[in-house]
């Protein structure tokens, strides 16, 4: 992990390098940073901090928002938000309707300090705000942006790059590309694939269908097991494509030999269901839809990161058969809200179904623009964030969190097997523990209910042959064995109280 000195540090670094390779250009303007300190911003004793800003910089838009001054207030408000997430309760307890009761109606008519949205930040916000970046969030799947992407999404505002097309920024797409091939070769990922950056998994999932549909003309249905996320049904109907589910195994995994591909023209096949993480049978499923020519979209959106351990791909098998495949990185990958990572062996039907470029965006370089692959024109610079996670973290320090977030799942599974009146639900080879008290749904729903009330930590449930389930996901790398611990001395504590109440 960098801290903010050191992630200033690399990307000075990078660009000082490329500055000395490029000494001949008359468009070139010397680098904020190169500028001497008493050049332009220093007082007569070179004190940057104490010396007014230059005028360029007191908020250009005409706000008098200054990012030196401003800026290192709200860089001081995010790292002391940070430092305090373990005090704060950590699913908002509002009412639906109390944070909108307390904003003004309209926009103010004069402009504001910036100190006033980071006071109301404080003051009005904050009772509203879940805490996805606490370490003892554990619902859903938990998605936490670690510092080199929380800076990189600063420094991408900064830029506020537009890619509609490769032109209107070669380095966004450049390093779209560069990115997603680096981390493709981390999850041992065949080499040479497509890739580029979504926004979400849901909308992947439009593009994979999309590109199935528009290559398998007349065959319109979509094959998913009964555990598929609902953005497979969402998109499904979008697209005006007809899901059948097959049914799951004793595992939750989708079975193969009910595999039936009469007049499909994709498969959705998961590994990591997101109620229990279950695997489906990818070497098998893949081998029916190439025989069938059927296009088979694997959604890892959350399991797809621990493929970066090489002792866990054998969990992957068969994935590298995939037409299209995503992986989260806003999941388990550090790195903030919203970055999904899209792979495709198959670009030109990805470009079939999307392109479409009209004469003013027309071009005479010889290079096609990721908006040909996807639905939206603009694309935000993500990569940045995506780059810098993975540049501050390396790959041994990716691998070592995805490690220590499993064997605390590990952990945690361990004391509800021995824990006599609790059972678990389904097997875990992630991070996500599925567990339940030994007793009705009702007793299980009202214990969720205490404890999420609690705000000591926050889980969240699902439904598994039947029955409520319990869901603790590892996904934080800010989350200790000391915070796992505390979520099973919380459960247990509210599972006494309701036993006793
Ligand atoms: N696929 C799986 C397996 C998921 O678990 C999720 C979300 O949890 C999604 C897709 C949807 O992800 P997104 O929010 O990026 O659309």
């Known amino acids: 992990m960098c801290t903010l000195v050191q992630f200033l540090a690399l990307v000075r670094r990078d660009t000082g390098l490329m500055h000395g390779t490029d000494q001949g250009s008359a468009h070139d303007l010397p680098a904020p940073w190169a500028r001497g300190a008493n050049e332009d911003r220093g007082d007569e004793h070179g004190d940057p901090r104490r010396s007014p800003l230059p005028r360029a910089d007191r908020g250009a838009a005409g706000t008098g928002v200054s990012l030196r001054d401003d800026g290192a207030a709200a860089l001081a408000w995010a790292e002391s938000y940070l430092a305090s997430l373990r005090e704060r309760r950590v699913l908002a307890q509002v009412a639906p309707g109390a944070i909108r009761s307390r904003l003004p109606a309209t926009a103010p008519e004069e402009p504001e300090p910036f100190a006033a949205v980071l006071r109301d930040l404080d003051e009005v916000l904050m009772a509203g705000i879940t805490h996805w970046q606490s370490p003892r969030f554990f619902a859903y799947f938990p998605s936490a942006g670690s510092e080199p992407a929380i800076l990189a999404e600063l420094l991408a505002?900064?830029?506020?790059?537009?890619?509609?097309?490769?032109?209107?920024?070669?380095?966004?797409?450049?390093?779209?590309?560069?990115?997603?091939?680096?981390?493709?070769?981390?999850?041992?990922?065949?080499?040479?694939?497509?890739?580029?950056?979504?926004?979400?998994?849901?909308?992947?999932?439009?593009?994979?269908?999309?590109?199935?549909?528009?290559a398998k003309p007349g065959s319109r249905r979509v094959i998913c097991s009964e555990h598929v996320h609902s953005a497979a049904a969402k998109a499904a109907r979008l697209l005006e494509l007809e899901l059948r589910t097959v049914p799951g195994d004793e595992d939750f995994a989708m079975r193969a030999d009910a595999l039936d591909l009469d007049g499909a023209c994709a498969v959705v096949a998961t590994i990591g269901t997101t109620s229990s993480t279950a695997i489906d049978p990818i070497p098998a499923i893949a081998e029916r839809c190439a025989a069938a020519d059927v296009w088979l979209h694997v959604d890892a959106a959350y399991a797809g990161s621990a493929a970066l351990c090489p002792e866990l791909r054998p969990l992957f098998a068969g994935w590298e058969r995939a037409d299209s495949l995503a992986v989260n990185p806003h999941k388990w990958l550090f790195t903030p809200m919203d970055c999904s990572a899209f792979w495709t062996r198959r670009p030109g039907d990805v470009r079939r179904a999307f392109s479409l470029v009209p004469e003013f965006l027309r071009v005479q370089e010889d290079v096609v623009s990721l908006s040909e692959y996807s639905i939206p024109l603009g694309r935000r610079f993500r990569?940045?964030?995506?780059?810098?996670?993975?540049?501050?973290?390396?790959?041994?320090?990716?691998?070592?969190?995805?490690?220590?977030?499993?064997?605390?799942?590990?952990?945690?599974?361990?004391?509800?097997?021995?824990?006599?009146?609790?059972?678990?639900?389904?097997?875990?080879?992630?991070?996500?523990?599925?567990?339940?008290?030994?007793?009705?749904?009702?007793?299980?729903?009202?214990?969720?209910?205490?404890?999420?009330?609690?705000?000591?930590?926050f889980l969240s449930h699902t439904r598994l042959d039947g029955r409520y389930v319990l869901r603790l996901a590892v996904g934080n790398g800010r989350t200790t064995q000391d915070d796992v611990r505390f979520a099973w001395e919380v459960l247990r504590r509210e599972a006494d109280q309701l036993g006793g109440s």
């Open 383 to 457: 990569a940045l964030k995506l780059w810098a996670v993975l540049r501050c973290y390396g790959r041994s320090g990716l691998q070592q969190r995805i490690r220590e977030a499993i064997r605390l799942a590990a952990l945690f599974e361990g004391w509800v097997r021995a824990q006599p009146g609790w059972e678990l639900c389904a097997p875990r080879p992630f991070s996500l523990v599925c567990f339940r008290l030994a007793g009705s749904d009702e007793a299980n729903e009202a214990l969720l209910e205490r404890v999420n009330a609690t705000g000591e930590v």
């Open 157 to 214: 505002a900064a830029l506020n790059q537009v890619g509609i097309l490769w032109r209107a920024s070669p380095a966004l797409q450049e390093l779209e590309e560069v990115t997603l091939a680096w981390l493709a070769e981390l999850l041992g990922l065949p080499a040479g694939w497509h890739g580029h950056i979504e926004d979400t998994a849901s909308t992947g999932m439009v593009t994979a269908l999309a590109a199935a549909r528009a």
